[in-house]
Structures are given as structure tokens and as C-alpha cells.
């Protein structure tokens, strides 16, 4: 899969401490995991010249007092607290100068972030999403990425899940539904 270097955008969703270290509130195993084939994934794409684009998870502790429904921290706990350490990218993945980053505070890199318009300015139509969790941030950005006319490429080996099962769900729901599945090897900037 040869994908145009300057219409390409590697998404990294999420790979915060806070999900990708023991010590993070919402660690797991599979996250972490993923952190080396993201690295090799986002070296390959800077050298190609392919922007790299970090997403961050952070929330304050008031976000949710006056929700109506939805309230993160009523399902998973507090996690990923502005200017925490836990809200900090993993060490493994530094941030470059010429990288990009997103905020955002829900599980959707697009719902009332900057995301969309970044894009369209920079002429990037395609995204490279790796990251995690598989069925919930990777899962929500990929497929607001597809309804708002963006390729999305799921890559395989480089998005974290809490288990097996919710990788192969959200994977062949993203196949079937909005955008393409490939492994990284196959992926190439060029």
C-alpha cells in the first residue's frame, strides 16, 4: 500500500501514560505493547516527510459535573487530568517540533477539536490511525474520520486493547463499515 507522503497523516491516538505505563490509572497490557511498532510506523512516515499527528486524552476534573448522560469518569474512573503525568505522551514516542497535537476530551479526535480543519488546510485526505484502545478512541475517531470524507487505515499490529476480542471487533467493525485495515509492514510513504 504506497500512500502519498504529503496527503498522508499518521494519527497516534491516546499512547499516554495514563493508558500505556503500569503505573497509569487505565493501563493495559496491550497498550503498551504497541508502543514499538507505533515507533517504527512514525519513524518511516518522518522520513518520508508524512505528517505525524499525536492526539492527547485530557480532561478536567469538573468536565463532567453538569453532564446530562455522558460522563467519562462515571464509566472509567478519573483518568488523563490536565497537566497530569498521566495526560503526558509516553516517554518512547517523543513529540517533535514539526509534529502536530491534538487535545481532545472524548473518545472522538474530531468532536469539538481543531482536527478537521488542520486537515483540509494541510490538503491531507488520508490517515494512518494507530493507538488505542482498538473499540473505543481508535474505534470513534476512524469512523468520524470515514463520514467526514477522510480514507481511514486502521493499522493492525500498532492499535492497543484492553483484550483480544475488542481489537478483532473493533478492527472488522472499521473493515466493514468505514475505512480499511492493513498490517504495517504493508504500509509504505512514498
Same mark, same amino acid.
Given at each position: 500500500?504506497?500512500?502519498?507522503?504529503?496527503? /498522508? %497523516?499518521?494519527?497516534?491516538?491516546?499512547?499516554?501514560?495514563?493508558?500505556?505505563?503500569?503505573?497509569?490509572?487505565?493501563?493495559?497490557?496491550?497498550?503498551?505493547?504497541?508502543?514499538?511498532?507505533?515507533?517504527?510506523?512514525?519513524?518511516? %512516515?518522518?522520513?518520508?516527510? /508524512? #505528517?505525524?499527528?499525536?492526539?492527547?486524552?485530557?480532561? =478536567?476534573?469538573? #468536565?463532567?459535573?453538569?453532564?446530562?448522560?455522558?460522563?467519562?469518569?462515571?464509566? @472509567? +474512573?478519573?483518568?488523563?487530568?490536565?497537566?497530569? @503525568?498521566?495526560?503526558? *505522551?509516553?516517554? !518512547?514516542?517523543?513529540?517533535?517540533?514539526?509534529?502536530?497535537?491534538?487535545?481532545?476530551? =472524548?473518545?472522538? %479526535?474530531?468532536?469539538?477539536? !481543531?482536527?478537521?480543519? @488542520?486537515?483540509?488546510?494541510?490538503?491531507?485526505?488520508?490517515?494512518?490511525?494507530? $493507538? =488505542?484502545?482498538?473499540?473505543?478512541?481508535?474505534?470513534?475517531? +476512524?469512523?468520524?474520520? $470515514? *463520514?467526514?470524507?477522510?480514507?481511514? *487505515?486502521?493499522? !493492525?499490529?500498532?492499535?492497543? %486493547?484492553?483484550?483480544?476480542?475488542?481489537?478483532?471487533?473493533?478492527?472488522?467493525?472499521?473493515? @466493514?463499515?468505514? +475505512?480499511?485495515?492493513?498490517?504495517? !509492514?504493508?504500509? /509504505?510513504?512514498?
Amino acid at each position: 500500500m504506497r500512500l502519498e507522503p504529503d496527503r /498522508t %497523516a499518521v494519527v497516534v491516538v491516546d499512547m499516554q501514560n495514563g493508558f500505556c505505563h503500569p503505573d497509569g490509572s487505565l493501563y493495559a497490557p496491550g497498550s503498551e505493547d504497541v508502543i514499538e511498532p507505533i515507533a517504527a510506523l512514525v519513524d518511516r %512516515a518522518r522520513e518520508a516527510g /508524512t #505528517q505525524v499527528i499525536f492526539t492527547r486524552d485530557v480532561h =478536567t476534573p469538573e #468536565q463532567f459535573e453538569e453532564a446530562h448522560y455522558y460522563d467519562e469518569f462515571e464509566q @472509567w +474512573g478519573e483518568h488523563v487530568l490536565e497537566g497530569s @503525568w498521566e495526560a503526558e *505522551i509516553v516517554d !518512547e514516542l517523543p513529540v517533535e517540533d514539526a509534529d502536530h497535537v491534538v487535545e481532545k476530551h =472524548t473518545y472522538d %479526535a474530531f468532536y469539538n477539536t !481543531e482536527l478537521e480543519g @488542520w486537515l483540509n488546510a494541510h490538503g491531507i485526505k488520508t490517515l494512518v490511525i494507530c $493507538g =488505542t484502545l482498538a473499540n473505543v478512541c481508535v474505534l470513534h475517531t +476512524g469512523g468520524s474520520a $470515514g *463520514i467526514r470524507d477522510f480514507r481511514p *487505515i486502521l493499522v !493492525e499490529d500498532c492499535i492497543g %486493547a484492553i483484550e483480544d476480542d475488542h481489537h478483532e471487533y473493533a478492527l472488522e467493525h472499521a473493515a @466493514w463499515l468505514f +475505512g480499511e485495515v492493513e498490517p504495517s !509492514e504493508t504500509i /509504505t510513504f512514498a
